[in-house]
């Protein structure tokens, strides 16, 4: 799947789960932090590519890309597995509360939203051709439907004019659905 119909996915989980079972409080910069912090966990499974929009950032980045590639096993192999989700976990678990200061950002819900944007990632994988690695080292692919000529080819015109239009459309009839949930976010944000 494309990075776009990844971000779109990824942001539809985040509002459903927020809807769902909203935060106590929430303030601008952890609903802003966890914003970007989905779009940048929907992107880390692909980190192992070298065009990974990630690197962009990174001066040198086609060459950084390339020599990290190796750490990952391989594309679409760890990060897209079981043990991919159990090590980014832990390490985001270290990492975010020493980034975020806890006086500013709820880092709890910035690092939900990063998992929730990873998590999104591989069920999005899971329905194109290529499948999933869930039990790499194993080489087992799992994908649904299940029979690999069923599911879609990244990139083509289901994902983009299905998939990723089915997914905008979705966050408008959500949110419409839920405005009474929306409406008590924006207010908790406002109370900061
Ligand atoms: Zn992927």
Same mark, same amino acid.
């Given at each position: 799947?494309?990075?776009?119909?990844?971000?779109?996915?990824?942001?539809?989980?985040?509002?459903?789960?927020?809807?769902?079972?909203?935060?106590?409080?929430?303030?601008?910069?952890?609903?802003?932090?966890?914003?970007?912090?989905? *779009? /940048?966990?929907?992107?880390?499974?692909?980190?192992?590519?070298?065009?990974?929009?990630?690197?962009?950032?990174?001066?040198?980045?086609?060459?950084? $890309?390339?020599?990290?590639?190796?750490? =990952?096993? $391989?594309?679409?192999?760890?990060?897209?597995?079981?043990?991919?989700? =159990? *090590?980014?976990?832990?390490?985001? !678990? /270290?990492?975010?509360?020493? &980034?975020?200061?806890?006086?500013?950002?709820?880092?709890?819900?910035?690092?939900?939203?990063?998992?929730? !944007?990873?998590?999104?990632?591989?069920? !999005?994988?899971?329905?194109?051709?290529?499948?999933?690695?869930?039990?790499?080292?194993?080489?087992?692919?799992?994908? =649904?439907?299940?029979?690999?000529?069923?599911?879609?080819?990244? $990139?083509?015109?289901?994902?983009?004019? /299905?998939?990723?239009? !089915?997914?905008?459309?979705?966050? =408008?009839?959500?949110?419409?659905?839920?405005?009474?949930?929306? &409406?008590?976010?924006?207010?908790?944000?406002?109370? $900061?």
């Amino acid at each position: 799947m494309t990075g776009r119909t990844h971000d779109a996915i990824a942001f539809a989980s985040l509002i459903t789960v927020a809807a769902i079972n909203p935060p106590e409080s929430l303030n601008i910069a952890t609903a802003t932090a966890a914003v970007v912090g989905n *779009i /940048i966990g929907a992107t880390l499974p692909d980190v192992d590519q070298s065009t990974n929009r990630l690197w962009d950032f990174l001066p040198g980045r086609d060459y950084v $890309g390339k020599l990290l590639k190796p750490l =990952f096993l $391989g594309h679409r192999n760890l990060t897209h597995s079981f043990l991919g989700v =159990f *090590i980014v976990y832990h390490l985001l !678990g /270290i990492v975010l509360p020493k &980034v975020l200061n806890p006086q500013y950002v709820n880092y709890e819900i910035v690092y939900a939203a990063m998992m929730i !944007g990873y998590i999104s990632h591989l069920f !999005g994988d899971a329905i194109t051709k290529e499948g999933l690695p869930l039990l790499f080292p194993l080489k087992l692919r799992f994908g =649904f439907p299940p029979i690999s000529a069923f599911r879609i080819t990244t $990139g083509k015109w289901i994902e983009n004019i /299905i998939i990723l239009p !089915g997914t905008a459309a979705y966050i =408008f009839w959500f949110i419409g659905n839920h405005h009474g949930e929306f &409406v008590r976010l924006l207010k908790l944000i406002s109370e $900061g």
